[in-house]
């Protein structure tokens, strides 16, 4: 399990696409995590995470994660701080019991600055072949970077 994970346009897309090419497509999946559904939003918050753990064999890279479901909940104020303070236990549990079964997880934290963020952006714009990537919500949560900067580092 290949756990990629970083602001928006930090470049998870890329390495995906550069580091798994010469692998065999057949052996390889991603799963990308978005807002939860409805669906996902029933179950607890590790359920659609756990439905794409890789089974053996396989490889599966999380274009972002279960960590979102600590950080993303912090900043926007989504559940109290009892709620997200559990996860942390939670997530090492889970990821614990992966490796347990015979899970490898390798994670990787892709970092940019607020200004290379900002080119990203405008060359989603300035590019035709980018255009389709932008999105005005990472307008909105760009607002926000000071406040994920602050809760990204280590306590």
């Given at each position: 399990?290949?756990?990629?994970?970083?602001?928006?346009?930090?470049?998870?897309?890329?390495?995906?696409?550069?580091?798994?090419?010469?692998?065999?497509?057949?052996?390889?999946?991603?799963?990308?995590?978005?807002?939860?559904?409805?669906?996902?939003?029933?179950?607890?918050?590790?359920?659609?995470?756990?439905?794409?753990?890789p089974?053996?064999?396989?490889?599966?890279?999380?274009?972002?994660?279960?960590?979102?479901?600590?950080?993303?909940?912090?900043?926007?104020?989504?559940?109290?701080?009892?709620?997200?303070?559990?996860?942390?236990?939670?997530?090492?549990?889970?990821?614990?019991?992966?490796?347990?079964?015979?899970t490898?997880?390798?994670?990787?934290?892709?970092?940019?600055?607020?200004?290379?963020?900002?080119?990203?952006?405008?060359?989603?714009?300035?590019?035709?072949?980018?255009?389709?990537?932008?999105?005005?919500?990472?307008?909105?949560?760009?607002?926000?970077?000071?406040?994920?900067q602050?809760?990204?580092?280590?306590?």
């Amino acid at each position: 399990m290949v756990v990629l994970q970083g602001m928006d346009t930090s470049g998870k897309d890329g390495v995906i696409r550069r580091v798994f090419e010469g692998v065999n497509p057949q052996g390889v999946r991603v799963a990308s995590f978005k807002v939860p559904t409805g669906p996902e939003l029933a179950h607890d918050y590790l359920w659609r995470v756990h439905a794409q753990v890789p089974g053996r064999g396989e490889i599966v890279i999380f274009n972002r994660s279960h960590y979102e479901d600590v950080l993303v909940v912090r900043v926007h104020n989504l559940v109290p701080p009892e709620v997200w303070k559990r996860r942390y236990d939670q997530i090492n549990h889970f990821e614990q019991l992966l490796v347990e079964e015979g899970t490898t997880i390798l994670k990787f934290f892709l970092h940019i600055d607020v200004e290379e963020q900002r080119e990203r952006l405008l060359a989603r714009l300035d590019e035709p072949a980018k255009r389709w990537k932008f999105n005005t919500g990472d307008l909105e949560e760009r607002k926000l970077w000071d406040e994920y900067q602050k809760l990204m580092k280590p306590c």
